[in-house]
């Protein structure tokens, strides 16, 4: 249960086993240090600024590769808006959301925004489906004006490619579902992967973090390192972390 001391001394809470807690140490990065992503970056603030103003907004569902930023860029917001707190829920307990959108309207002076993170759906959980869509629009539920949804998801059909390929036969119904959730966000932003560019900015800022000597030789070692993964801000904070740990072995 939501109250306002609860909000005074938390930013971030998470729904997990039927329980609202409060999140203590929220990971929550500096925005200029999320790199190759500046469209991305302004789209969502945009969307967030006129969301805490009290400005009409879209829900957003954000969409791409693994590791690019997009759940990061979420939780960014949190270190630019005082009034902001973000509540974390996973696809399977969207129930609790009809409860959650009363509490929230009893607290105007805040503004949450709920995250559904790695929002994917299969074939079983047409229920799911089903309680997205009335929340998110088209339902006689009238959303508070201080609530906004966003969700990430590796799929920008929120399904597996293979669902929606043809020789799978799933019925048409079935399909329309999904495309009529994802309708539902007003925005869709998408994440591409990062160039070398992109990926060895990343690095960089990583080493300034951690105090490691960015130079040439470790430009290649990162370049080398990504060369079996992703070009991602992910894997430049695992090249990072690797690369501390071999100079302490060394």
């Not at 009409?56 to 930023?69: E, I, M, S, Y």
């Not at 005082?82 to 969207?94: A, S, Y």
């Not at 959301?97 to 002076?109: G, H, K």
Request: aromatic fraction near 10%; hydrophobic fraction near 40%; glycine fraction near 6%.
């Amino acid at each position: 249960m939501l109250d306002k001391k609860m909000l005074e001394n938390h930013k971030a809470f998470i729904y997990l086993g039927g329980k609202l807690k409060p999140v203590k140490k929220p990971s929550i990065v500096p925005i200029e240090d999320l790199v190759g992503i500046e469209r991305q970056k302004e789209l969502l603030l945009k969307n967030t600024r006129a969301f805490v103003e009290g400005k009409p907004v879209n829900d957003v569902l954000l969409w791409g590769k693994r590791g690019t930023g997009k759940s990061s860029l979420v939780r960014a917001m949190l270190g630019l808006f005082d009034n902001l707190r973000l509540l974390q829920i996973d696809k399977d307990e969207v129930g609790f959301l009809f409860d959650f959108f009363d509490q929230a309207e009893e607290l105007p002076q805040y503004k949450f925004l709920v995250l559904i993170d790695d929002l994917t759906i299969t074939t079983e959980e047409g229920k799911v489906i089903r309680l997205l869509k009335t929340l998110l629009d088209g339902s006689v539920l009238e959303r508070p004006q201080n609530v906004v949804i966003y969700a990430t998801s590796n799929r920008k059909n929120l399904a597996p490619d293979t669902y929606l390929e043809r020789e799978y036969k799933f019925p048409k119904e079935e399909i329309e579902e999904r495309f009529s959730l994802v309708d539902r966000f007003g925005l869709k932003i998408g994440f591409v992967d990062f160039s070398p560019a992109d990926y060895l900015r990343a690095v960089e800022i990583y080493c300034q973090k951690f105090g490691l000597p960015f130079n040439e030789n470790l430009k290649k070692e990162a370049l080398k390192f990504a060369a079996e993964k992703e070009l991602s801000g992910r894997t430049a904070l695992q090249f990072v972390k690797f690369a501390l740990i071999n100079m302490s072995n060394s």
